[in-house]
């Protein structure tokens, strides 16, 4: 049997997870950030877990006896992310054949640029202005490209309080952003959504 871990209650994780091989913010917000859901197999010194934020995240020891628990809550068409080459082996073993590969860009910055985004800035052709989110337009912000931009915060005001959204409107509408979709322990994962008529 699972056992969801409170949000205030995640240190256990953290042997888990510290050499997870992408996502980083993603495990910063769950682990130090408390967002999401987490199942674990034990509290004091789970085996095994699954965070959920916008990904099922796997992680500990896929050889142990309590992995597959990890597969029971999940449905057709949630994301997985198996994080070695001994979890893939798991999960496509408990899903054969039924499984389509989604590749992701990841990036790291050392340092955020200030001055290369006022140049894109300057940039932008007449009719467009790149600017922050503000909090009576973050319901206008997540309608007009995606709702993941936001979808991990429990409301609007902590998006507004923890987060952070730029985005590029045009005529009244939103029509490419970039957000921090999940935030903790001084990380962050970004989220960009862009009309598709506006994508190069």
Known sequence: MLIELDSGNR????KLFDRYPCLHGVVAAVIEGGMGRVFVDAQEEPQVARAVLDFHLLA????HANAPLLFGQL????T???????WRQLVEATWPGALTVYRREAFQTEQFDVDRLRRFRQALPGGFELRQARPQEVAKFAADLDRALIYNFRSHEEFI???VGMGILHR???V???SSAAVGGGK?????QTQPEFRR
């Open 60 to 63: 500990g020891d896929p050889r």
């Open 11 to 14: 240190a256990s994780l953290r």
């Open 176 to 178: 490419s952003g970039a």
């Open 188 to 192: 962050f994962e970004i989220e960009i």
């Open 75 to 78: 449905q057709p068409g949630n």
């Open 80 to 86: 997985v992310i198996a994080p070695t080459p001994a």
């Open 161 to 163: 309080t923890r987060g």
């Open 172 to 174: 009244g509408r939103f």
